[in-house]
């Protein structure tokens, strides 16, 4: 290999490595805040946010409103609370090293999310127990202060 090609691929790898370096130390998107969003959900049995009108699967036509206060975040993690105004929930979560992705627990189920934009949230949600099941997706936003 001539000297000059030693040397552009040389830089070319510098520059990758740069490039990955750079990729690799960006920081996690700031979730603390307010968030809010209309929850719309598929569930059997009865559970603190809804009655359940029939034994089977019930398709609610009604949507909640949803409110999740972030209060606190360390790099990629962070806490808060969720709340329908009757019932709240602590909520510990855990964004991914992709800063897009992430994954969340509140008292009784788990959240995976995808952040849209840095006031936008898909989120969806899911817990099983014996007697109660649900499972729903719905996107939520960033409050204004």
């Keep these: 290999m001539s000297r000059i090609r030693k040397l552009a ?64 975040q360390d790099g990629n993690r962070f806490v808060g609370t969720s709340t329908n105004g009757k019932f709240t929930e602590t909520v510990i979560g855990a964004i991914s090293l992709d800063n897009r992705t992430g994954v969340a627990l509140d008292d009784d189920g788990q959240y995976t999310f995808t952040l849209r934009d840095l006031n936008t949230i898909d989120l969806c949600y899911a817990h099983s127990f014996p007697t109660s099941k649900v499972v729903g997706c719905w996107q939520i936003k960033r409050a204004a202060n």
């Excluded at 691929?9 to 969003?37: I, R």
């Excluded at 719309?40 to 909640?64: D, F, K, M, Q, W």
């Design 9 to 72: 691929a040389m830089g070319g790898v510098g520059v990758l490595m740069a490039l990955a370096g750079a990729a690799s130390a960006q920081e996690a998107p700031n979730l603390v805040g307010t968030w809010k969003g209309m929850a719309t959900v598929v569930h059997i049995g009865s559970n603190p946010y809804r009655v359940a009108e029939s034994n089977g699967p019930n398709l609610p036509p009604n949507a909640v409103e949803m409110t999740y206060v972030f209060t606190k």
